[in-house]
């Protein structure tokens, strides 16, 4: 009997989960319908809501966005925009800090979360799965001696939550995997191993120039 309602809660408890994330963030997205004048929308001329066309709206508005302001004139709107809300004391500092951020993980040319690492942490003995998010700077690189990393070392099972380390390049190792198989790792509590890695490597300066 035990061994039977153990083997359906591994069938449903990953789809409920699933469809559960799903529909928050339909739910999430649908919510961009409220932006529409309330004689568009769905529910005034249907009766009723349908799931699904506000994650449609905020795709296309994403998309639209993106297209517009890859041309002369949109790229001049941006920054006009950006501008503007630049001058707000307080819109100030949270939109530079979010946009920052934003540019960092959602760059093509970014290197925010492209490798997984290996360190030792939270003591030495004890090693834990961490992402590269780039190198210190500023007034904190004038305080650290040597070459040194920034990296997340994200929690679990959650790993919207954790830490930010800066540490020797030489502590960290590169490790074989894809970000998602490591997140995958991360998020299972180690119970989904990715593969054998054929090797691991101490990260090397990406931005050192090449001969």
Do not use: C
Request: aromatic share 10%.
């Amino acid at each position: 009997m035990r061994k039977y309602f153990i083997t359906g809660l591994l069938i449903l408890v990953p789809l409920a989960i699933t469809l559960w994330v799903l529909n928050l963030i339909i739910s999430t997205m649908d919510q961009s319908l409220l932006l529409l004048p309330e004689a568009w929308r769905p529910q005034h001329w249907l009766g009723h809501n349908i799931p699904g066309l506000g994650a449609i709206l905020t795709l296309l508005i994403v998309f639209l966005t993106g297209l517009a302001a890859r041309n002369f004139i949109g790229r001049r709107l941006v920054l006009v925009w950006e501008g503007f809300l630049t001058r707000i004391p307080v819109v100030k500092s949270i939109y530079s800090s979010v946009k920052q951020v934003s540019d960092t993980l959602f760059s093509p040319s970014g290197n925010a979360f492209r490798k997984a690492v290996l360190i030792q942490y939270p003591r030495q003995g004890s090693w834990t799965i961490a992402f590269l998010t780039g190198a210190p700077g500023g007034e904190v690189k004038n305080h650290l001696a040597g070459d040194f990393i920034s990296v997340y070392v994200p929690t679990t099972p959650n790993p919207t939550s954790g830490f930010f380390l800066m540490l020797p390049r030489a502590d960290a190792i590169e490790l074989d995997m894809s970000v998602d198989a490591a997140l995958k790792y991360v998020v299972s509590m180690g119970v989904v191993a990715p593969e054998m890695a054929a090797d691991k490597k101490i990260i090397t300066d990406a931005a050192a120039p090449k001969n």
